[in-house]
């Protein structure tokens, strides 16, 4: 069992930034592949964000390339969530996930294991 908590989120004006942190208990952080997604009211949990266990490896969806990069520290059990040039679309829950002994990257939601409560960001215009 892993518990996945996210921190970072916030409201923040159009163009600025917010790093969004996912700590993970447990103690083979490295064999999980990791990924963010998020939930905007009314819509569907879509896909953010991705990391392969060593880190090495990394996807992000198209609506936020070039804005938003995913990395992690496996030291410190924490895969982290850098959104820069953010836009108002960019508002929703952000949830951070596992997947279990899995090194590649996951795009797929169902593929998932493990989820976290969610953290609300919200960016005004």
């Known amino acids: 069992q892993v518990v996945l908590v996210e921190s970072g989120g916030g409201l923040v004006q159009a163009g600025g930034s917010l790093r969004l942190s996912c700590a993970a208990s447990?103690?083979?952080?490295?064999?999980?592949?990791m990924g963010w997604f998020r939930q905007a009211p009314g819509k569907e949990r879509d896909f953010v964000a991705a990391?392969?266990?060593?880190?090495?490896?990394?996807a992000v969806a198209d609506s936020v390339k070039g804005r938003f990069t995913i990395s992690r520290d496996n030291a410190k059990n924490t895969v982290y969530l850098q959104m820069n040039s953010l836009k108002p679309e960019d508002t929703a829950v952000y949830y951070c996930?596992?997947?279990?002994?899995?090194?590649?990257?996951?795009?797929?939601?169902?593929?998932?294991?493990?989820w976290g409560q969610g953290t609300q960001v919200t960016v005004s215009s």
């Open positions: 447990g103690r083979t952080f490295s064999s999980y592949s």
């Open positions: 990391i392969s266990g060593s880190g090495g490896s990394t």
């Open positions: 996930a596992a997947k279990r002994t899995s090194t590649v990257v996951v795009i797929i939601r169902a593929s998932y294991d493990y």
